[in-house]
């Protein structure tokens, strides 16, 4: 690119956009790359204080910021996403779906650490809805060398650095346990809260089963939401550690393989996670889910409703972010909570 006093520049063409502000009003490109500058064009531009212009010069090895911004965007876009019309070099990424947003965190910061180049997402596994944004590519100065990019490139390899896992519907059985509730002596506020929270996916109910504190009834009311054809069975009450605390047993006992019984988080740690034949996640959940806005409870939720198979390392990762401030006014998922 070439700069030139602005009134010489009738006939050449702008190598960026010239954004006009106006507080409270408009911040817009008033004229974009690519325009062909006239006569008239010049008191505006002048106005805008552009005394000098840069003129487009296509140089060998040499990259526009569109056409740098365009690479990255090719190196993070997936499945479910769209682009943004391209704007001052910088492009972003949009949901396309409801889903967990997936970051490959390692290459994003190795891809970030070259000069002159940047990617900000959001955090990784960050729950997200249909139009909202993901990311946003851009590169710093308004030329760049492609070598830089050709780098950017190589981090990346074959696989795109972004995922977007969509929701799959599932049908999930409730079964609640405790003397207290089965014999009448309480009413139940567990099962509310549950179906609550389930309702903000696409579920299917399959009801709520009662059991006593008798470990083979709990094993059995498991079991028929399993013949039922349960994707999901979340058991309440009886997963802390006193002797009458029966649930994580009768879990164990349908044949379930237990990833975690615990998980460093606040509010929740007696949090039990296991799948049974596999892939059907059966879950116990601590008390405090009944009572606390936000638990563990809403961060693993989300990455079963995609399908994500969670380890125990999935877990144990958690712990970098998972205390809960119990903010008198919440606005999770907008907050630390979760966020490594």
Not at 25 to 45: N, S, W, Y
Not at 89 to 100: Q, T, Y
Not at 216 to 221: D, F, G, L, Q
Request: hydrophobic share 40%.
């Amino acid at each position: 690119m070439k700069l030139i006093d602005t009134k010489d520049a009738v006939g050449h063409i702008l190598c960026h956009d010239i954004t006009q502000i106006v507080k409270g009003v408009t911040k817009q490109a008033r004229f974009r790359k690519g325009h062909v500058v006239t006569e008239e064009d010049i008191p505006v531009l002048l106005s805008l204080g552009k005394d000098h212009l840069y003129i487009w010069e296509k140089q060998e090895g040499m990259l526009h910021e569109n056409e740098a911004a365009q690479i990255l965007y090719d190196i993070c876009r997936n499945d479910y996403m769209k682009p943004s019309e391209v704007k001052e070099g910088k492009i972003e990424l949009i949901a396309e779906c409801d889903g967990v947003f997936k970051v490959d965190v390692a290459r994003l910061d190795e891809i970030n650490s070259l000069d002159e180049i940047m990617i900000a997402t959001r955090h990784n596994n960050f729950p997200v809805k249909a139009g909202d944004k993901l990311a946003g590519t851009r590169v710093i100065p308004l030329v760049i060398d492609e070598k830089k990019l050709h780098a950017a490139q190589k981090i990346a390899g074959d696989k795109p650095l972004l995922s977007l896992l969509p929701y799959r519907h599932k049908k999930v059985g409730i079964v609640t346990t405790g003397n207290e509730v089965y014999y009448g002596r309480i009413k139940d506020t567990f099962g509310p809260v549950i179906m609550q929270k389930l309702s903000e996916y696409d579920v299917t109910l399959l009801g709520q089963k009662l059991s006593d504190d008798n470990p083979e009834n709990i094993t059995a009311r498991i079991r028929e939401f399993l013949d039922e054809g349960a994707d999901m069975v979340v058991c309440t009450g009886g997963m802390s550690v006193d002797p009458d605390d029966k649930t994580p047993a009768a879990i164990k006992a349908t044949g379930a393989e237990i990833v975690s019984y615990g998980a460093p988080v606040l509010p929740g740690a007696m949090f039990l996670l296991s799948y049974y034949n596999g892939n059907i996640p059966i879950l116990g959940l601590p008390g405090c889910v009944m009572y606390a806005k936000r638990t563990i409870f809403d961060l693993v939720l989300p990455r079963i409703m995609a399908d994500e198979r969670l380890s125990k390392k999935d877990l144990a990762v958690l712990g970098h972010g998972g205390l809960c401030l119990n903010c008198e006014v919440c606005h999770y998922p907008y907050c630390s909570f979760g966020k490594a």
